[in-house]
């Protein structure tokens, strides 16, 4: 509670004007449905490994308890917005994976603890109490010369034992595989399509054109919903990113926004419009880009970011110095006309 009272004191623009505009333009477009965030193998796997805390385990319960609840803090971060995307997912899956580590680590070393086999194995009920009797007179329990009941059954003993050993093993190790495998599918089923798009034709010949680019190779990238393209690029052709904004996340909520608009909602909207004036006007990229296939995806087909942001002629008298190049596979290329950013 302390922490919100210090960024109202401190910074209170932030809850004046950016939570109205985040509500507004970046909750209305990237919210996902219940049923998807519940459906999210990662919102399955954090709830049945918290669920394991009930479990009637007392060995450091504190440390459990903190784990668990760490790692239902981390999935309530991306229901509450209902947005889960990897930067907000990927917390609660290490929590998760953490305290799926501590329940792998019990079953190893509690496996086995006790030294006597009649300890060790209480689930012969029919004969525990005879065993229980031995142990006490301080007799040797493992000994058929001891213990009468051994002394009758040291065969079947023997070949039950060593099946319920074989069969305990087995358990163990198919719950631990299953407690450490799902966090690695998780994490492998978002980073392999990542990682298959940056392995593309299209996305190496791109590198290979911004890496000749005259330095600093000040790139841009017009996108509504992923960072998929500029982030990468700029670290494989030593690029400089000039936006202020890694991808413009209030551009499914203005396109949502009714025709008759509040003047407290024109003011926002041309607040935002704005901030891709400042990014081109101070950012100067010499390099502008836009994936029209994932243009597609999120936003319908035959969009066009530059006629859509040349609604503001403030855009449109930013954009006049830049020209359409040929495009490189399904990435088209925009270059400011100065002579320091000609290749």
């Known amino acids: 509670m302390l922490y919100p009272v210090i960024v109202y004191l401190t910074t209170p623009d932030y809850f004046h004007i950016m939570l109205p505009v985040l509500k507004k333009f970046y909750f209305a477009g990237m919210q996902q449905p219940w ?3 519940w459906c999210h193998p990662v919102t ?12 009637p385990i007392n060995r450091q319960a504190a440390f459990r308890h903190v784990l668990a609840l760490a790692t239902f803090g981390m999935l309530l971060a991306y229901w509450l917005p209902r947005t889960p995307w ?4 990927l ?10 580590g501590y329940y792998a680590g019990l079953l190893i070393v509690e496996y086995p603890v006790r030294t006597s086999r009649c300890e060790r194995y209480p689930f012969f009920n029919e004969r525990r109490e005879v065993n229980l009797r031995t142990l006490a007179q301080g007799k040797n329990c493992d000994s058929p010369l001891e213990n009468p009941h051994r ?18 093993l087995m358990v163990r190790v198919a719950v631990i595989i299953l407690l450490l495998i799902v966090p690695f599918y998780c994490f492998f089923a978002y980073v392999t399509p990542r990682w298959n798009a940056l392995q593309q ?15 600093p190779r000040r790139i841009m990238c017009f996108s509504a919903a992923s960072t998929a393209d500029c982030f990468p690029l700029v670290y494989l052709s030593d690029a400089r990113y000039v936006s202020d904004t890694s991808f413009y996340w209030w551009m499914y909520g203005v396109m949502r926004l009714p025709k008759k608009i509040s003047p407290v909602t024109q003011h ?7 901030s891709v004036v400042r990014d081109i006007h101070v950012g100067k990229p010499c390099l502008v880009i836009i994936n029209r296939q994932r243009a597609a995806e ?3 087909a035959g969009f066009d970011f530059v006629k859509w942001f040349s609604q503001d002629p403030r855009f449109v008298v930013a954009w006049q110095h830049y020209k359409a190049i040929a495009p490189i596979g399904y990435y088209q290329l925009y270059q400011r006309q100065d002579a320091a950013c000609r290749q």
């Open 201 to 215: 034709q299209p996305y190496l010949a791109l590198t290979r054109f911004v890496a000749h680019l005259p330095a």
């Open 44 to 55: 399955q796997y954090g709830l049945f490994v918290c669920l394991l805390t009930l479990a």
């Open 268 to 274: 926002q909207k041309d607040f935002l419009f704005a």
């Open 91 to 100: 917390p609660a899956l290490s929590f998760a994976t953490i305290l799926a």
């Open 298 to 300: 999120d936003l319908g």
């Open 151 to 168: 002394a009758m059954n040291a065969p079947s003993d023997a070949s039950h034992l060593q099946v319920q050993w074989v069969y305990r």
């Open 86 to 89: 990897i930067s907000h997912v």
């Open 35 to 37: 049923f998807f965030l």
